[in-house]
């Protein structure tokens, strides 16, 4: 059975939990909570050298970081991984663009303004960048979707919940996602969608003694 | 045949001129000269609406962006590609990290100080947090490069493709690689490989008239 560490506020986190819920995979869940810095103590930077999470152990001593590659690793062979080589591709194209794009603008103005008190007045000098980015993110994303229902292919995938992560909290961190009716058409279908789970929602405990 | 659109400074551009190169794989090249706008053009926008290079056309009319998704699709199948579930994903994972945590940093060092006249004045308010995140991705990559020969597996992949762009380029934009030795170990291997071209090389022209 894998093992997540995941932290229940980080958007990158919510990814895996909510592929792992629509795949219905059980795991086993271990909260690391990045803002008392237990990602980067000794123990875990032996997992992660990066010190960050999620970070999945998919075999024993076997530890993958990076969100959206955990992505593609538990939809292998899914419902949630397109069929053809080049939409796989394309399913790529777009989780590298979520992190490239939108992640450090979305998730970064998400951070410092609803985790870290007093986090606007730190970051007033750039948030300015991070709205500005990332709404030419979200218009590229809504090019795409004024003329699709999802990212890739006729059905939601991986593409999909990489995305969904950070574009669902924009709104909680100075975001209108008023001039983007497709991106919120499309928020709505994903959440739609069998087996979805807010990000608050947590797996039951499964093995609490290791 | 494919068509690549690339700008002969980019490094994300080199990372694909680079594993069709290793792999043998013929193209056709459209030079996109970035700091002219030419990838903001109405007809280049049609082909990819997020304005960036490197594009591919997979197939007629139909293009994949974002260098490493790029990577990922013309090196199935290749010894360029991991053989394994796992190695896949591990591949994936460092071609996360680059596009997150090298790119955003040495990238921007390189294109600010290297291609834009008067860019490190510019910039100057910047370069401090590109140099302390930049090196933060360099002692990662040198914590593995010190017990492995290659990012993943036992010869190169398209991991080391991915981080080799810009990695290679960074002592050309302030970088100190002293501190590194192994990742200077790792760039003569990957320089070393068969197929191997630097980042001025282009192939010959195919078809000037279209």
Redesign the interface.
């Known amino acids: 059975m894998y093992t997540l560490y995941s932290d229940q506020r980080s958007g990158n986190s919510y990814k895996v939990r909510l592929a792992l819920a629509r795949l219905g995979i059980p795991y086993r869940l271990v909260e690391i909570d990045i803002l008392r810095g237990e990602s980067r103590t000794p123990e875990f930077l032996a997992k992660n ?2 010190g960050q999470i999620p970070l999945l152990e ?2 024993p001593g ?1 530890y ?7 992505l ?2 538990v939809a ?1 062979g899914t419902t949630l991984a397109p069929e053809d ?2 939409a796989r ?2 399913a ?2 777009w ?3 979520e ?3 939108l ?2 603008n979305i998730g970064a103005a998400y951070f410092w303004l609803c985790l870290i008190k007093g986090g606007r007045e730190l970051q007033r000098h750039a948030l300015e960048d991070w709205l500005e980015n990332g709404y030419r993110a979200l218009g ?1 994303m809504e ?2 979707l004024a003329k699709h229902r999802f990212f890739v292919g006729e059905h939601s995938t991986i593409a999909d919940i990489a995305l969904y992560a950070y574009t669902h909290l924009a709104e909680q961190c100075d975001f209108d996602l008023g001039r983007y009716p497709a991106v919120r058409a499309w928020l709505e279908r994903v959440a739609g969608e069998p087996g979805h789970v807010p990000m608050e929602w947590q797996p039951e405990p499964l093995a609490l003694a290791e």
């Open positions: 050298p990066n998919v075999a076997r993958l970081a990076e969100s959206n590659a955990i593609w690793y292998g080589r080049i591709a394309e790529l194209q989780m590298f663009f992190q490239h794009s992640e450090p590229v090019m795409h």
